[in-house]
């Protein structure tokens, strides 16, 4: 596609449901990096892919967050027995190599009631 | 460790004003440096980028200049739009691949 993909654009949960959130990156960029946007913290890096190597995981919040990419494109964020304070904008970005310029998508809103 | 300041908004200025969005930053290497800009309903887009020392990054009518001695990266604009108002953010790249994103500055131009 033209630009990196973010579905749903909005999701609104309920307490302790689990979420999928999915990143479609820019067709042939190899780096995938998931960041988080919230009025109490800011911008913040969650996890970063690169190709086939293990993802750096340094960001994730808690151990209730994980994300995994097949084949090397799409992503998805996975936030299991959501709570209020995952309340955010989730961040999609992809750039062609590790030091390149990211794209970012428009972001998925995630509203945990 | 490595971490970036940029100056707190709102920021609130009359059409044709002159900008500076200050940042700096504090690094054991030699970042690679960004702004990104933020408008309204819509998602994060680069707005320039310099790698090394004395690097200028411009777009749009904006500059910032990568100055090592000051560990600096202000934007600045000579003559602001309503078309600018958005949110502003610095970022450094350390070297980890990562951004580290600084808390954004909220601009406002009237006209």
């Known amino acids: 596609g033209a630009g990196v993909s973010q579905s749903p654009s909005n999701k609104v949960t309920e307490k302790g449901k689990d979420v999928e959130l999915r990143c479609d990156p820019i067709s042939g960029h190899t780096a995938l990096y998931w960041y988080r946007q919230s009025l109490g913290q800011g911008l913040e890096f969650l996890i970063y892919f690169q190709g086939n190597s293990a993802p750096d995981k340094s960001g994730l919040p808690s151990d209730r967050f994980s994300a995994e990419r097949t084949g090397g494109s799409v992503s998805t964020l996975t936030i299991q027995r959501t709570q209020q304070e995952d309340s955010a904008v989730y961040l999609c970005a992809s750039s062609s190599t590790a030091k390149n310029i990211q794209y970012f998508g428009a972001g998925t809103r995630l509203s945990v009631l | 460790g490595d971490s970036v300041t940029q100056m707190e908004g709102p920021v609130t200025l009359s059409e044709e004003a002159f900008l500076t969005i200050n940042c700096t930053y504090t690094?054991?290497?030699?970042?690679?440096l960004f702004w990104y800009v933020q408008y309204p309903g819509e998602g994060l887009q680069l707005l320039l980028k310099?790698?090394?020392?004395?690097d200028k990054g411009s777009n749009k009518g904006f500059e910032a200049t990568y100055r090592k001695e000051t560990t600096s990266f202000h934007l600045e604009k000579g003559s602001v739009q309503v078309s600018d108002s958005a949110v502003y953010f610095c970022a450094p790249n350390f070297g980890n691949e990562k951004l580290t994103f600084g808390t954004g500055t909220r601009l406002t131009i009237i006209p």
């Open positions: 690094a054991t290497g030699y970042p690679s």
């Open positions: 310099a790698t090394k020392a004395d």
